[in-house]
T-cell receptor, first 112, second 113 residues
Framework: DAKTTQPPSMDCAEGRAANLPCNHSTISGNEYVYWYRQIHSQGPQYIIHGLKNNETNEMASLIITEDRKSSTLILPHATLRDTAVYYCIVRVVRQGAQKLVFGQGTRLTINP | GAGVSQSPSNKVTEKGKDVELRCDPISGHTALYWYRQSLGQGLEFLIYFQGNSAPDKSGLPSDRFSAERTGGSVSTLTIQRTQQEDSAVYLC???????????FGSGTRLTVV
């Protein structure tokens, strides 16, 4: 019951900003949006999360639309090491339990 | 330790055998999750522990799968009578109670032959 839709793949030139879109039109008011990435053969790595305000940390920025039905992860200066599968996830809260429901993700390739 | 530790990192077992996978979460993290990732697929939720509450087992695919968490720390995922379709990477994640990101381990790659 993944609640997010992402493009299956994207390409970006090294040094440019990578903008990864995500649709979550059925998100509920108390559900957070999380972004993770997974580099081949490793466990997922936390990037950023937010509820309704835009967020920024040392890795990326998260822009959430006012209606919260979509968001964009921005990697400001992509490097080759940013090549990975990026997952946009809604943290589902059901009967007090919280869990991340993963979709298929976007395979981002950074090209030299 | 500094991160989530899982063991073994790789496990090859014969069809029909039982296996146990172990997860050591980050100290003090009250929430612990198990996920499964088949080759080329996204992560599939299996089970969730939060403190002393009853676990959320809604993702376990069959009654051959079970998990426990002793003393609110270490967790063991057990798969009985393994089948070839159980072959996957089994990932564990933990999270502080209040807020913050979920930290994943590197996973256990299970191969059933």
């Amino acid at each position: 019951d993944a609640k997010t839709t992402q493009p299956p793949s994207m390409d970006c030139a090294e040094g440019r900003a990578a903008n990864l879109p995500c649709n979550h039109s059925t998100i509920s008011g108390n559900e957070y949006v999380y972004w993770y990435r997974q580099i081949h053969s490793q466990g997922p790595q936390y990037i950023i999360h937010g509820l309704k305000n835009n967020e920024t940390n040392e890795m990326a920025s998260l822009i959430i639309t006012e209606d919260r039905k979509s968001s964009t992860l921005i990697l400001p200066h992509a490097t080759l090491r940013d090549t990975a599968v990026y997952y946009c996830i809604v943290r589902v809260v059901r009967q007090g339990a919280q869990k991340l429901v993963f979709g298929q993700g976007t395979r981002l390739t950074i090209n030299p | 330790g500094a991160g989530v530790s899982q063991s073994p990192s790789n496990k090859v077992t014969e069809k029909g055998k039982d296996v146990e996978l172990r997860c050591d979460p980050i100290s003090g993290h009250t929430a612990l999750y198990w996920y499964r990732q088949s080759l080329g697929q996204g992560l599939e939720f299996l089970i969730y522990f939060q403190g002393n509450s009853a676990p959320d087992k809604s993702g376990l695919p069959s009654d051959r799968f079970s998990a426990e968490r002793t003393g609110g720390s270490v967790s063991t995922l057990t798969i009985q009578r393994t089948q070839q379709e159980d072959s996957a990477v089994y990932l564990c994640a933990s999270r502080p109670q209040a807020k913050g990101g979920y930290t994943f381990g590197s996973g256990t790659r299970l191969t059933v032959v």
